[in-house]
């Protein structure tokens, strides 16, 4: 079905690792399409993090806010999220809104063609010919790539952000949580050096495989990953991070990392992915983060969690310094002003103002 590009057909391209994929998502040597954290490098994440905190102080005034909504006025994204989402919705809904950018949504399959028997990429590749930019959140995994692969074919490509795609990929929290990282840290230095615990559902954690993607950037990190069994991280990226040569420990007793790390990412239970109700048959409690580990976790480290949350971190834990996670999300949105700005090569403007 799909035509060939740079010499490569779909079913070639898919099998390609993750790294091997990222020329295929620039454009004139610049990033076009944002769809998995493989694709990025330690200069890259550096950029991000420093523009990221250019357009925030930018942003605490009016003029800076003025100058901030014309750099792209005029253009359109459809923000196409046929997966629930809420949080992420409207942190790029804002984002583009930051910047100056008009958007329309599809949230629901139900009321577009797609319900006639559509190819769900017939549907996009008509939402393209309306905007500038397609920022999506789809359950099926590697759907994003498929799409931004088979924009590359037209004549007036538009640049694709992945959103969340199944299991397998949520580059722009990822960013965010780099961010995050980098802002607790630099006083500490940096993210070099620290050490990382990833609590809960690691198998089916989207946000988890992501960050993990992005740390092997950075030097000496260490990585706990604490999960019951079943739920433990995929033998895919484990080789990954062998390869890469991040060091690296499965746990299975939260209270035992906890008094050595420089960070907690929890996660919920990530039972829409069940199969056959196995979420039911685990003691998930034994993963939550229990008020009286605020006393053993080191005065620097930070709490993080990719929202939404249920009982794997308590309410009384928010008014705790170290609990980063509502940061994260004020953090994504300025992240992602920063993703688009730089797809449409702003960048340069930011930078001078």
Known sequence: MAKVIKGIDWETFHKLRGSEKKEYFIRDEKIFHIIMPQQFDRPFLDEICELTSKIRGIAKGNKGIAFLQSLLQGKRAMLYFVQPSTRTFLSFMAACQILGIQCSDVRDTATSSEMKGEWQEDTVRTFSSYVDLIVM???????????????????RPVPVINAGSGKDQHPTQALLDIYTLHRSFENYGGIDGKKIAFVGDLRRGRTVRSLAYLLRNYSDVTLYFVAPPELQLGEDLKEYLREQQVAFEEMDRLEEVIPSVDAVYMTRIQDEYDEAGESKRIDYSAYYFKKEYLKILPPNAIIMHPLPRRDEIPVEIDADKRAMYWRQVRNGMWVRVTLIATIFLKDKDIKEY
């Open 137 to 155: 959140r789809h359950p099926q995994a590697g759907f994003a790539e498929r799409i931004a692969f088979l924009l590359n074919q037209i004549s």
